[in-house]
C-alpha cells in the first residue's frame, strides 16, 4: 500500500522509482529488499544455542494452522511459541526511532505490527499455547535458557 497521499506509479511524481513498486528510489527499495523476515542473525544465534541443548524444534512455522502467522520457534507438543522481535519493526520501548523520512507511514505500520503481535498472542493463548517474546537486543544466552526452562516445565519432564 502507498503512504497516505503519495503519488500513484503513473503520475511521474517518482520517475526513478521501479515499476510495480511503492519505494521512493532504486536505492531503498533494495534496502528494503534487504531486510530479512526470517534468520535473523539474533535468531539465529538463539536457534543454535537451544538446538545445542539438545531440544528441536520447528522454524518459521505456523502454531496454529488457521491462523496466518508464523512464530520463529515452534514447540508442538509442549505448545510453546517463540518470537524473537526486531527492535524497530516491533517497536521496542528501549531502542525504537521514529524514522526521519515518511515518518507518518513507518510509525503506522510498527503501530500495526504490535497490534498484530498483541492479536497473535490473544489467539494463542486462547487456543492454549505458551507464548514467549524476546528483543533482539537480549542476550541470547539468557533467551535459550528460558526457552529451554520453559519447554521442559510444558512438557513435564526433565531434558
Not at 45 to 73: K, S
Request: charged content about 30%.
Amino acid at each position: 500500500m502507498p503512504p497516505a497521499g503519495s503519488a500513484r506509479e503513473d503520475d511521474g511524481a517518482w520517475p526513478d522509482r521501479p515499476a510495480g513498486s511503492w519505494a521512493s528510489s532504486p536505492g531503498r527499495r533494495r534496502n528494503m529488499q534487504a531486510i530479512r523476515s526470517r534468520d535473523t542473525k539474533p535468531e539465529f544465534l538463539i536457534r543454535r544455542l537451544v538446538h545445542a541443548r539438545g531440544f528441536r524444534y520447528r522454524v518459521c512455522a505456523r502454531p496454529l494452522p488457521g491462523l496466518r502467522r508464523t512464530a520463529d520457534l515452534v514447540f508442538r507438543p509442549a505448545r510453546v511459541a517463540v518470537f524473537i522481535d526486531g527492535c524497530y519493526w516491533h517497536g521496542c520501548p528501549e531502542h525504537y526511532q521514529a524514522p526521519k523520512k515518511n515518518a507518518g507511514y513507518w510509525s503506522e505500520k510498527v503501530v500495526r505490527n504490535v497490534t498484530r503481535d498483541r492479536d497473535t498472542d490473544q489467539k494463542l493463548r486462547a487456543a492454549g499455547w505458551l507464548v514467549l517474546r524476546f528483543w533482539e537486543h537480549e542476550s541470547s544466552e539468557e533467551c535459550a535458557d528460558r526457552i529451554a526452562a520453559t519447554v521442559v516445565a510444558r512438557r513435564g519432564v526433565e531434558k
